[in-house]
């Protein structure tokens, strides 16, 4: 969507006068995002042409906005909003994403930021509500094989070097297997379902939670997997297993959930294949059919992390076979 003027109308409305608007870089979405400076302060317009026309209560930003406020998250504030016109008017907790800052960080702080991070999804995790939305949606199989369909539509089909359709049927029916391991509604938990460094602000230290409107239930090991196995930062090995039992600990003391840690490991590896492959898929649709070459360079290293699950899963193992056949070689 373009700047337009509803926009300057909310603009008036809430704030007064401004000093200027600057565009900044968009995510994967539908969504287009302006710092307007003004007087007073400066301010977020987001403006989402899948929210125009909807109620503020039928709108998934602001549901889960309002489940994230009331349980304390730190999330930038909504500070007004043209619900009819997909407008709205955010409080800017700035530029310092932790995609950003990442490589000028040492281990320690990279320790600090990650365990402030596990101590806010925990929380999140134990949120709970009646079935609306977002807990009356799953990650579920029906889900899981949408997104592993989404990869193979969007990015296999267009980067394999072998595609013969015996190998997508094959492969189809090994992430049908993965999906149906997944699919624990007894363990699902409230899940951000984009919790990566691309969506974690860090204001005078402090980490504050953005784009989360697309939320539902899921495995206890989803966002964590996001986290830790992220598309856009490297994680040394160390500090990811460091921080993996950090969060074990801490949500099983917690309640959010009672797995042992070899099932622990087990589904987390599950999770974190599929995260990635479905990140994959993302990347792919926006490379080859919206022309946006920026996500290619994060394609080969969230495959590079495929390895690793497949050879301590044997559930895995075949899918990892197959994607090594169709894929160029050494990719994966």
Same mark, same amino acid.
């Given at each position: 969507?373009?700047?337009? #003027?509803?926009?300057?109308?909310?603009?008036?409305?809430?704030?007064?006068?401004?000093?200027?608007?600057?565009?900044?870089?968009?995510?994967?979405?539908? $969504?287009?995002?302006?710092?307007?400076?003004?007087?007073?302060?400066?301010?977020?317009?987001?403006?989402?042409?899948?929210?125009?026309?909807?109620?503020?209560?039928?709108?998934?930003?602001?549901?889960?906005?309002?489940?994230?406020?009331?349980?304390?998250?730190?999330?930038?504030?909504? *500070?007004?909003?043209?619900?009819?016109?997909?407008?709205?008017?955010?409080?800017?907790?700035?530029? #310092?994403?932790?995609?950003?800052?990442?490589?000028?960080?040492?281990?320690? @702080?990279?320790?600090?930021?990650?365990?402030? *991070?596990?101590?806010?999804?925990?929380?999140?995790?134990? *949120?709970?509500?009646?079935? =609306?939305?977002?807990?009356?949606?799953?990650?579920?199989?029906?889900?899981?094989?949408?997104?592993?369909?989404?990869?193979?539509?969007?990015?296999?089909? !267009?980067?394999?070097?072998?595609?013969?359709?015996?190998?997508?049927?094959?492969?189809? /029916?090994?992430?049908? =297997?993965?999906?149906?391991?997944?699919? $624990?509604?007894?363990?699902?938990?409230?899940?951000?379902?984009?919790?990566?460094?691309?969506?974690?602000?860090?204001?005078?230290?402090?980490?504050?939670?953005?784009?989360?409107?697309?939320? /539902?239930?899921?495995?206890?090991?989803?966002?964590?997997?996001?986290?830790?196995?992220?598309?856009?930062? $490297?994680?040394?090995?160390?500090?990811?297993?460091?921080?993996?039992?950090?969060?074990?600990?801490?949500?099983?003391?917690?309640?959010?959930?009672?797995?042992?840690?070899? =099932?622990?490991?087990?589904?987390?590896?599950?999770?974190?294949?599929? /995260?990635?492959?479905?990140?994959?898929?993302?990347?792919?649709?926006?490379?080859?059919? !919206?022309?946006?070459?920026?996500?290619?360079?994060?394609?080969?290293?969230?495959?590079?992390?495929? $390895?690793?699950?497949? =050879?301590?899963?044997?559930?895995?193992?075949?899918?990892?076979?197959?994607?090594?056949?169709?894929?160029? @070689?050494?990719?994966?």
């Amino acid at each position: 969507m373009k700047f337009n #003027d509803r926009a300057f109308d909310l603009m008036e409305k809430t704030m007064g006068r401004y000093r200027s608007i600057i565009p900044l870089p968009g995510d994967a979405s539908s $969504r287009s995002y302006f710092r307007v400076e003004g007087f007073n302060g400066s301010y977020i317009i987001c403006l989402d042409e899948l929210a125009a026309g909807k109620a503020p209560e039928d709108y998934p930003y602001n549901i889960v906005y309002g489940h994230l406020r009331a349980s304390g998250i730190p999330v930038p504030e909504i *500070i007004g909003q043209d619900p009819v016109n997909g407008i709205f008017l955010l409080e800017d907790c700035g530029d #310092d994403l932790l995609e950003v800052l990442y490589p000028s960080l040492g281990k320690a @702080e990279i320790i600090g930021i990650y365990k402030g *991070i596990i101590d806010i999804l925990v929380p999140i995790q134990k *949120i709970r509500g009646g079935g =609306e939305r977002p807990f009356s949606i799953m990650f579920d199989a029906r889900r899981l094989m949408y997104e592993f369909s989404f990869f193979t539509a969007h990015y296999l089909y !267009r980067a394999a070097t072998e595609k013969s359709p015996l190998l997508f049927d094959e492969l189809r /029916r090994e992430f049908c =297997e993965i999906s149906a391991e997944l699919d $624990r509604p007894r363990q699902f938990v409230f899940t951000h379902r984009d919790f990566h460094s691309r969506n974690i602000i860090l204001r005078e230290g402090k980490p504050f939670i953005i784009d989360f409107q697309d939320a /539902r239930m899921g495995m206890p090991q989803y966002d964590l997997a996001s986290l830790l196995r992220d598309s856009y930062v $490297r994680m040394d090995e160390d500090v990811f297993g460091m921080m993996k039992g950090y969060y074990y600990t801490h949500s099983r003391d917690e309640g959010i959930h009672g797995m042992g840690r070899d =099932e622990f490991e087990h589904f987390f590896d599950l999770v974190a294949f599929q /995260r990635n492959i479905k990140a994959v898929g993302t990347f792919g649709y926006q490379l080859f059919y !919206r022309n946006n070459p920026f996500y290619e360079k994060f394609i080969k290293p969230t495959l590079g992390y495929i $390895r690793g699950y497949a =050879e301590r899963r044997a559930v895995l193992g075949k899918a990892y076979g197959i994607l090594k056949k169709m894929l160029p @070689e050494n990719f994966i």
